[in-house]
């Protein structure tokens, strides 16, 4: 497993952007499957976005396709949530998560995908 750092959550108004990052500590990102999901109290995880960092092929949630965009440093070792147009709805905490095992087809999208977690992030979007 991988030590996940997130950091880049906080408060902003409707429309507004924030980006998020999570960094590696411990390994680099080489063959992992990075993604984000968020979770608000009392609801299950959901999925946000995941990239393949060695393809740099991404997946989005069709409720945060064409708003949130994720990219990755090289140099950094880091993969970056950017998320545009923020709404309201989009309140909650936002948890980062790395996968090297690789087991799924196509989108690794679900949480049982993932073998590490960071310690989340709060986003607040007020109306």
């Known amino acids: 497993q991988v030590q996940l750092v997130e950091s880049g959550g906080g408060l902003v108004q409707a429309g507004g952007s924030l980006r998020l990052s999570c960094a590696a500590s411990t390994r680099t990102f080489s063959n992992y499957a990075v993604g984000w999901f968020r979770q608000a109290p009392g609801k299950e995880r959901e999925f946000v976005a995941s990239i393949r960092w060695s393809a740099g092929t991404t997946y989005y949630a069709d409720s945060v396709k064409g708003r949130f965009f994720l990219f990755r440093d090289y140099a950094k070792n880091t993969v970056f949530l950017q998320m545009n147009s923020l709404k309201p709805e989009d309140t909650t905490v936002y948890y980062c998560?790395?996968?090297?095992?690789?087991?799924?087809?196509?989108?690794?999208?679900?949480?049982?995908?993932?073998?590490?977690w960071g310690q989340g992030t709060q986003v607040t979007v007020s109306s």
């Open positions: 998560a790395a996968d090297s095992r690789g087991y799924y087809a196509g989108a690794p999208s679900r949480a049982s995908d993932f073998e590490s």
